[in-house]
């Protein structure tokens, strides 16, 4: 008997993984290149959500969830509030990794969209079997 | 078990079922501006829907994002809007 | 006193939860884009705006918030009023360029001074 | 009574499936209007998600990205460029 915590995660992280497989699909065989660009913000943000799903934390029970990593009471915390708030936290370290993962990507699309844009200017098509033909 | 916790459980299965329809109508739209206007009532919708989560949750941290969630869905409107009709105006 | 504030809220929760679906099924029912701007305005207004205002009055007659519930409410009716002010205007400018760039035609037309020839007369129904 | 993290963590799950269906329509779709439109929905279902799992820094960063700013610059580029993808 498995348990149903456990079974939504694991469908959450299957979701994951197939729509991990799309995106490259769309990223290796789409001959677009805007396609490819659309494909590659769907890679990342998937990748991004691996990376929260690894510092989520189980409930300690049904009145108690698990918190997101911000001190509410900081004013006038005491040890047990502290010791409290260290067991129901999530971790913050991932969620602050996807956070400068989430800005870099937000400047690697400008930088592609831009590039798009001159290959665009140069040779008058975005479809990548076009620019072959038209470089051999 | 209190009166607030149950009533929001025996109302989020009514939200979510609205949100699998408006789902099946940006998806099957006949042309863009049906998927956006769906894509519009299910994301201020579901900025209510985390509004109420965060009090059946109990962390009141969590209701900032409803704020900005509806700022920037009326953005993506107006650039669609702005895209549909500069096409008109161009060809 | 809290007790009916919470009364209030839940009542005006369930009353959006309920507008929601009735949006939901009218947006796969209706036929037509601009029958559809008709349940997306119900979907937004009571859809959003109402739920939101219910929740805020639940979250300051709710205890276990703590003293942050006040922090909800101020975020719920400032929320509430950027859906009540937002939601119409990005209507109107989706509806108004769907019609300037003629993408869907008035279906059920009985005048259309805007531009005569997207008129159907005499459409279904 | 059920249990409430089932019950969000069912959310979430959901979003998840729903995300898949978006994807799926914006890989396999050619009009690029239509793509960016369905990466909108996918941008929405995983701000869903994140908060789900309790990351509300992420989706106040994630929303105004994905939602915000990848349409502007994507549709800027389509409006440049072309509005279809060749077969």
Redesign the interface.
């Known amino acids: 008997m498995i348990d149903?915590?456990t079974y939504?995660?694991t469908?959450?992280i299957l979701?994951?993984v197939?729509?991990l497989g799309?995106?490259l699909?769309?990223i290796f065989f789409?001959?677009?290149l805007?396609?490819k660009?659309?494909?590659v913000?769907?890679l990342g943000?998937t990748a991004?959500?691996f990376a929260?799903?690894l510092g989520?934390r189980?409930?300690l029970s049904?009145e108690k969830?698990?918190?997101?990593p911000?001190l509410?009471?900081y004013a006038n915390a005491t040890k047990e509030a502290l010791a409290e708030f260290s067991a129901r936290a999530?971790d913050p370290l991932p969620?602050a990794l996807?956070?400068t993962a989430?800005?870099i990507?937000?400047a690697v699309?400008?930088f592609l969209?831009f590039l798009?844009?001159q290959i665009?200017r140069l040779y008058g098509?975005?479809?990548v079997r076009e620019i072959r033909k038209l470089r051999g | 078990m209190d009166i607030v916790v149950t009533s929001i459980t025996f109302l989020i299965p009514i939200f979510l079922l609205a949100f699998i329809l408006y789902i099946i109508r940006a998806i099957k739209g006949p042309t863009i501006s049906d998927q956006v206007l769906a894509i519009d009532a299910m994301t201020y919708d579901v900025a209510a829907f985390l509004v109420v989560l965060s009090i059946y949750l109990r962390i009141p941290i969590l209701t900032a994002t409803a704020i900005v969630l509806a700022l920037w869905i009326y953005a993506l409107d107006i650039y669609i809007a702005k895209y549909l009709e500069k096409r008109e105006l161009g060809e | 006193m809290t007790e009916v504030l919470i009364y209030i809220g839940l009542a005006l929760i369930g009353l959006g939860a309920v507008s929601d679906l009735i949006a939901a099924i009218g947006m796969n029912r209706f036929k037509n884009f601009y029958l559809r701007l008709h349940a997306a305005t119900i979907g937004t207004i009571w859809g959003a705006f109402v739920p939101i205002i219910g929740a805020s009055l639940v979250a300051i007659g709710y205890e276990p918030l703590g003293y942050y519930r006040w922090f909800v409410a101020g975020a719920g009716f400032v929320a509430a009023l950027l859906v009540l002010i937002l939601a119409p205007a990005g209507s109107h400018a989706l509806a108004r360029a769907t019609h300037r760039a003629r993408i869907v035609r008035v279906e059920p037309c009985i005048a259309d001074h805007l531009d005569e020839t997207m008129c159907i007369k005499g459409g279904s129904e | 009574m059920i249990d409430p993290q089932v019950l969000v963590l069912g959310i979430g799950a959901l979003a998840a499936l729903a995300s898949v269906v978006a994807v799926y329509f914006a890989v396999i779709e050619r009009n690029l209007v239509r793509a960016v439109v369905f990466s909108a929905i996918q941008s929405t279902l995983y701000a869903l998600l994140y908060y789900i799992l309790m990351a509300p820094d992420i989706v106040l960063v994630y929303v105004p990205v994905a939602v915000g700013l990848y349409p502007a610059v994507i549709l800027f580029l389509i409006s440049k460029t072309e509005r279809e993808e060749k077969p």
Request: one cysteine or more; hydrophobic letters at 50%; charged letters at 10%.
């Open positions: 149903p915590v939504m995660l469908l959450i979701c994951m197939v729509n799309i995106a699909y769309g789409r001959p677009s805007v396609k660009i659309i494909a913000t769907i943000d991004n959500t929260i799903m989520y189980r409930w049904p969830p698990s918190i997101p911000v509410l009471n999530v969620q996807v956070l989430i800005v990507g937000l699309t400008l969209v798009t844009l665009h098509t975005t479809d």
